[in-house]
C-alpha cells in the first residue's frame, strides 16, 4: 500500500509528517532516534533510557504515532530501555503498509523489529490497536515477551464505531474533530505549548489519514488462557471504542495474572499511566529474576 493510500493526499501526508519532526524537535528527554528494515520495509523508533535495564517495547494505537508516549516514556525511561515504535501503516515514519489482521505477518513484523534491535524478549505496553498488536505477538511467540500491559486494548471485545465515525469522518476537518472527541474527550481550554502543538498534530492526522476499516482479529479464549506472564490491564468505563466490562469479564476469567483497573468517567485515552506501568514493570522484573 502505498503513502497516498494510507493518506487522503501526498499533501496531507507531508503535513503530518511535518507537524510530527516539530514535535519531535522538542522531546524532553535524551533519545536516538533510528530506522530499522523488516521485511515490510523501515520501521521508525524511538531509543530511550539505559542501554542494560530490561527492555520494554511501546505501541501506540491507530491515528497516532510514538509521540503519543511523549510523558510516560520521560518516566519509563529512568529504569528501562524504551523503545517507542511507529507503528506500520501509520501516522508515523514507518512503511506506509497495513497486513491484514486476520493474518501473521504484523507479528512477524515485530518479530523483525526485535530481531533488528537486537531484543530476545521484551516487556510490551500497547494502547488500543497496540495492545492488539501486543496480545497478538504474545499469543503466537510466548518466549519473547516478558509481560503485557495493556491499555484500552483492541481485539478483546471491540465495539462497531465505523458506523457513526466513517460518516463524521466524511465531513471534513469538523466530522474529524467530533470523532476525536468521542475518543479521547474535548481538549482543554487552557493548553500548555505542547498541548498546543499535539492538538495541532492529532487534528491533521484525524483530518488527513484514511482510518482502518478492518476490524481486528479477536483473541480467542483458549489463546487467552494460553498466557502466563504478567499483565496489567487499564481500562476506560466511558470507551466508545471497546467494552471494558467484557474486556475485564474475559481476561479476569481466562488470564491468570491478569491485574485489571477500570477508572471511571475515562474514554478510550486515559491520558499519561506512568505511575501504574512504572509500578507494574518492577514488580513483573523482580518476580523473574
Request: aromatic content about 8%; proline content about 4%; charged content about 25%.
Amino acid at each position: 500500500m502505498k503513502e497516498f493510500e494510507v493518506y487522503k493526499s501526498e499533501k496531507a501526508a507531508h503535513r503530518v509528517h511535518k507537524l510530527y519532526r516539530d514535535y519531535l524537535n522538542s522531546w524532553p528527554i535524551a533519545h536516538e532516534e533510528k530506522f530499522i528494515s523488516t521485511r515490510f520495509g523501515d520501521t521508525f523508533v524511538i531509543e530511550s533510557g539505559p542501554e542494560s535495564a530490561p527492555a520494554v517495547v511501546m505501541l501506540h494505537g491507530t491515528m497516532a504515532t510514538a509521540a503519543m508516549w511523549r510523558e510516560e516514556i520521560s518516566t519509563l525511561s529512568k529504569g528501562y530501555h524504551v523503545f517507542a515504535i511507529d507503528v506500520i501503516g501509520d501516522a508515523g515514519f514507518s512503511a506506509p503498509v497495513r497486513p491484514s489482521t486476520n493474518t501473521d505477518e504484523h507479528a512477524l513484523w515485530l518479530q523483525d523489529v526485535l530481531e533488528a534491535l537486537g531484543l530476545p524478549s521484551a516487556h510490551f505496553v500497547g494502547l488500543s490497536l497496540g495492545g492488539w498488536l501486543a496480545l497478538d505477538f504474545a499469543v503466537r511467540y510466548p518466549e519473547q515477551v516478558s509481560s503485557l500491559t495493556l491499555i484500552t486494548p483492541g481485539g478483546v471485545a471491540d465495539k462497531n464505531i465505523i458506523v457513526w465515525a466513517l460518516p463524521l469522518m466524511l465531513m471534513g476537518s469538523w466530522g474529524a474533530e467530533k470523532v476525536r472527541e468521542r475518543i479521547v474527550g474535548r481538549s482543554p481550554t487552557t493548553k500548555t505549548e505542547q498541548q498546543v502543538k499535539l492538538s495541532e498534530f492529532s487534528a491533521a492526522i484525524f483530518a488527513g489519514m484514511n482510518p482502518r476499516t478492518e476490524s481486528l482479529r479477536k483473541i480467542s479464549d483458549d489463546e487467552l488462557a494460553a498466557i502466563d506472564i504478567p499483565v496489567l490491564v487499564l481500562l476506560g468505563a466511558d470507551d466508545v471504542t471497546m467494552d471494558s466490562i467484557e474486556i475485564e469479564r474475559r481476561l479476569k476469567q481466562l488470564v491468570s495474572q491478569a491485574e485489571i483497573k477500570i477508572f471511571p468517567g475515562k474514554r478510550h485515552f486515559l491520558g499519561n499511566q506512568s505511575e501504574a506501568i512504572y509500578g507494574f514493570l518492577s514488580e513483573a522484573t523482580r518476580n523473574s529474576e
